[in-house]
């Protein structure tokens, strides 16, 4: 038996049939896609022809992705800011004070009788702790300063060691930052804030000059470079001592200090929360079970705290989305069914024609999905033009996140294509020849 050419290899059967199928695939999947750019074009021609129809179904979708997206970009934005201007304690700093954080008036009032944290605690803490890279001191209280007859309120009179600069990575604007000499001897010298030196001396140069704090006088070794303001009060006015300075002039024997706590890195800092909570029960002689006296904060437990408050928020902002997408998904379903009966005859007209029960099926859901997500897109433009207003009026911290676009983009299309099943299946189950013979 001889051997087959090999142009005649091509006509093996199963070769043949191979080569068949193959074919037979590409065209199904090219009208598949023909199919489904036919049925959008479909839909979107049905939208346009009743422009103010489509309109006011949407409403209840607008309504639902404008609230969603705004929540969202609300608290992004809050978050942002509080980690930036509340929360931010320093590069891998953690805060040893009397209170920590207070959430109810009972928390408050067992607070009360914690025992004050002193500058011997920081002493002692300063020369136990082996984790740390770096231990500040901190003491403050509120005055009135004063330079010729310009007055500044409220400003926070703080006593600090010499490192408290490097351990909170204050900037430094002007002159230099208060030293341990200046610490050892107790000098009269102060290292003022952005709005002082704004106020006291807008036209010359600050270093040298003399301040009043209530009835002490300092000289102004240094500015700080500008902080800006958190929950609306500014960071700036502030005048920051010596710590041996403000415990002669200014400690009172019950004020409680703090004590700034510097982990060497990220990943050492819970460490180091841990020595620092050892440390303090034992010299409170804490037993075991006993609750702590005192309070350890950090960024992190600060932000988790903020967190907890924002959830809130966000669960009644999705409660009423909630109540915007059902409204909105039931007017859609109704408008839909209206459609349906409207075109009655276009339907039928197209199961004539060679439409199959699944195109019609396609139809209806391509125009409910694409009805709900064009609200959607309009919700989210929506939302950019409130974020760019109360930007602008407010100075309020929105950030909108992509997150929030995608979440609120599959959402109203969601809605769309569940409330539009129930009236493409009625479009689907018409009988050809009882719909051609509707009216219309």
């Not at 939208?47 to 929540?71: E, N, W």
């Not at 409204?327 to 439409?355: F, P, W, Y």
Request: charged letters at 20%.
């Amino acid at each position: 038996m001889g051997v087959a050419p090999i142009e005649n290899i091509a006509g093996l059967p199963g070769l043949a049939g191979a080569g068949a199928k193959t074919a037979s695939t590409t065209r199904s999947d090219t009208g598949t896609w023909v199919t489904l750019l036919e049925t959008m074009k479909l839909a979107l021609d049905s939208l346009r022809a009743h422009k103010l129809r489509s309109f006011l179904t949407l409403l209840g979708v607008i309504l639902a992705v404008t609230t969603l997206v705004s929540v969202m970009s609300i608290i992004e934005g809050l978050n942002f800011y509080i980690a930036d201007k509340v929360a931010n304690l320093g590069a891998n700093v953690l805060v040893i004070d009397r209170f920590g954080i207070i959430t109810s008036e009972d928390q408050w009032v067992k607070a009360q009788k914690r025992p004050i944290i002193t500058m011997e605690d920081y002493e002692r803490f300063k020369e136990s702790a082996k984790l740390p890279k770096a231990v500040a001191g901190y003491d403050r209280i509120n005055s009135q300063t004063r330079f010729g007859d310009q007055i500044m309120e409220n400003t926070q009179v703080v006593g600090v060691t010499a490192n408290y600069a490097d351990v909170r990575g204050l900037s430094i604007a002007n002159g230099r930052f208060l030293t341990q000499t200046d610490d050892d001897h107790r000098s009269e010298v102060a290292f003022i804030g952005a709005d002082l030196a704004e106020k006291f001396f807008p036209n010359v140069d600050p270093i040298g000059k003399t301040i009043r704090a209530d009835t002490h006088s300092y000289e102004v070794v240094g500015v700080g470079a500008v902080i800006g303001s958190a929950l609306g009060r500014s960071q700036d006015n502030y005048v920051l001592l010596p710590m041996g300075t403000f415990q002669k002039g200014w400690h009172k024997p019950n004020d409680s200090m703090a004590i700034f706590v510097q982990a060497p890195n990220g990943e050492v800092m819970q460490s180091c929360e841990d020595e620092a909570r050892m440390l303090m029960r034992a010299w409170h002689h804490l037993a075991y079970d006993a609750p702590d006296d005192f309070g350890i904060l950090g960024s992190e437990s600060i932000m988790s705290l903020w967190r907890e408050l924002t959830g809130n928020l966000a669960k009644v902002a999705m409660a009423l989305v909630s109540v915007f997408l059902v409204v909105g998904g039931i007017v859609i379903m109704n408008i839909m069914l209206a459609s349906v009966t409207e075109r009655t005859k276009e339907i039928g007209l197209r199961r004539s024609l060679g439409a199959r029960k699944q195109h019609i099926l396609l139809q209806f859901l391509a125009e409910s999905a694409s009805l709900a997500a064009v609200g959607g897109m309009i919700g989210i433009l929506a939302a950019v033009s409130i974020e760019i207003f109360v930007k602008k009026a407010f100075s309020f911290p929105m950030q909108m996140p992509i997150s929030a676009v995608v979440i609120s983009l599959v959402l109203a299309t969601a809605v769309g294509l569940f409330f539009g099943i129930f009236p493409a299946m009625r479009a689907a189950k018409l009988d050809p020849i009882e719909a051609l013979r509707a009216d219309g």
